[in-house]
């Protein structure tokens, strides 16, 4: 089987230990926790047993060591994850308010995963490469959408292109441009994965039917809607399957998204049954959010419940 590349942020998470804790007065957090959108989706798909591989950057310090231990510990390839020494590694804080938002701010333009040039994409070799995701959240610069748009350029044929947009209104607030960039890779996708937000968002503000539909026009075949705590849905042109919930407590929920599609794709490419695919993933986003580390609880199949 071919690898499932991902190109994005590889970062550490620092988050608020109580919720409704301010970035505006000092406070206590908790980390380093493994993370970055991408990062976590791919460590996923590993864990599932598919081959995955993440092109990134990390400083040449303890945070970028703490999270390549974690990923090539878990079969991820991570030769093409630069490690500088003039730059550090991302680092993301979080906080968690008491209406179930988050509030991020990130360090990754001038960060490692911020130095990557269209030359290190064209030194990847496509052949071995039979499914590229992207990550909204990884569009965070005007040269991360060139470099995604010139991947796209040099895929082969039979490569499939699957799409989280993961909206991050700090990032896209800092440029709205990228806003736009991001709505031509959804219509490049094959398989895409959102919230009913983030399908309004891509849509122009369409109501939900009216996106569907705009996404089957698009060539989309397949539309996995994230509901968090309520579950998920899958929408084909002719079909709708709803899993509720797979109870878990919630004790962190960051990065289940990713965690959840991660999953998704690695049985895609497994060729799995749609509904299989969705039943694992929904527990593997489950799984997710039950302990503290938006890494921490990705799983591998045999940790699946009968």
Known sequence: MKKVLV?????VEIMADKVDQSFLDTGSFTGPFPSGAPAIF???????G??????????????????????????????????????ATGVA????????????????????????????????DWNQIGAFHIMGSSIFSQEM?????????????????????????EILSRDPQLSDLMQEFFGRSELVFATEEELEFLTDGASFEDALKLCF??????????RGARGASLFTVDTRLDQGPYPKENIDPTGAGDTFAGAFVAGYLKDWPLEKCL?????AGAFAVSVRGPMSGTITLEEIPE
Do not use: W
Not at 217 to 226: C, D, L
């Open 7 to 11: 190109i994005g942020e590889i970062l």
């Open 42 to 48: 791919i460590d996923q798909v590993a864990k599932f």
């Open 50 to 87: 598919v081959p995955a591989a993440i092109l990134s950057g990390v400083g040449d310090d303890d945070f970028g060591k703490l999270c390549l231990d974690r990923l090539s510990g878990d079969g991820v390839d991570t030769a093409a994850v630069k490690q500088l020494r003039e730059r």
């Open 93 to 124: 804080f979080i906080r968690y308010n008491s209406d179930g938002s988050r509030n991020f701010i990130y360090h990754i333009d001038n960060a490692a995963c911020g130095s990557l040039t269209e030359e290190d994409v064209r030194a990847l």
């Open 145 to 169: 959408y060139r470099i995604h748009k010139a991947v796209l350029e040099m895929l082969p044929e039979d490569c499939i292109v699957t799409f989280d947009p993961n909206v991050r209104p």
């Open 217 to 226: 026009s698009k060539g989309i075949k397949t539309v996995v809607v994230k």
């Open 279 to 283: 039943t694992n993933a929904n527990i």
